[in-house]
T-cell receptor
Framework: QKEVEQNSGPLSVPEGAIASLNCTYS??????FFWYRQYSGKSPELIMF????GDKEDGRFTAQLNKASQYVSLLIRDSQPSDSATYLC??????????FGPGTRLSVLP | DAGVIQSPRHEVTEMGQEVTLRCKPI?????LFWYRQTMMRGLELLIY????????DSGMPEDRFSAKMPNASFSTLKIQPSEPRDSAVYFC????????????FGPGTRLTVL
């Protein structure tokens, strides 16, 4: 059974701080890793993907992958109240067999 | 691109009734996924199709649930008979295979079974 784990939160950070969201996965054969943002009452929205070890930056977002430790994280710099949402980690093999984590609820306090 | 389209957006029905949810994937995507989301269980994969063929339906909760994809641009998820515990938000998502290709979700159908 493939598993993806995340702290459910809520994770509260002050506006302007760095928010760090973590995810671990059980299947060593996993190849691609995705972060989705889901606002309350809305559908998940893809914000980042990574498939090579190391860091990948896109604006205020940085995804970090460590396949040896089976760990992927998302850093949000200069957090804004509009970043308050649930962040879902998803893991897949070649674009198939997606497994989602339970999500971490982030609250950015003004 | 219009994105993934789902209908209806909201459905309220009585226990025992048949419910049909519809999805139109993004044009050109050859994988389609049906998910169910609840507060208690999170986002659960029900079934996914690749090139209109069901690949993995192990997440379908029981025989009351069935899904079809008669062509590349349309899929249905049917619940018959519906029960109150089926109340949830049902999402359809589509993608193409590939390391960098994530799933794109539709707006969801909020189902309430009374």
């Amino acid at each position: 059974q493939k598993e993806v784990e995340q702290n459910s939160g809520p994770l509260s950070v002050p506006e302007g701080a760095i928010a760090s969201l973590n995810c671990t996965y059980s299947d060593r054969g996993s190849q691609s890793f995705f972060w989705y943002r889901q606002y309350s009452g809305k559908s998940p929205e893809l914000i980042m993907f990574i498939y090579s070890n190391g860091d990948k930056e896109d604006g205020r977002f940085t995804a970090q992958l460590n396949k040896a430790s089976q760990y992927v994280s998302l850093l949000i710099r200069d957090s804004q109240p509009s970043d308050s949402a649930t962040y879902l980690c998803a893991v897949s093999t070649a674009g198939q067999n997606f497994v989602f984590g339970p999500g971490t609820r982030l609250s950015v306090l003004p | 691109d219009a994105g993934v389209i789902q209908s209806p957006r909201h459905e309220v029905t009585e226990m025992g009734q048949e419910v049909t949810l519809r999805c139109k994937p993004i044009s050109g995507h050859n994988s389609l996924f049906w998910y169910r989301q609840t507060m208690m269980r999170g986002l659960e994969l029900l079934i996914y199709f690749n090139n209109n063929v069901p690949i993995d339906d192990s997440g379908m909760p029981e025989d009351r649930f069935s899904a079809k994809m008669p062509n590349a641009s349309f899929s249905t998820l049917k619940i018959q008979p519906s029960e109150p515990r089926d109340s949830a938000v049902y999402f359809c998502a589509s993608s193409n295979p590939g390391l960098a290709n994530g799933q794109f979700f539709g707006p969801g159908t909020r189902l309430t079974v009374l």
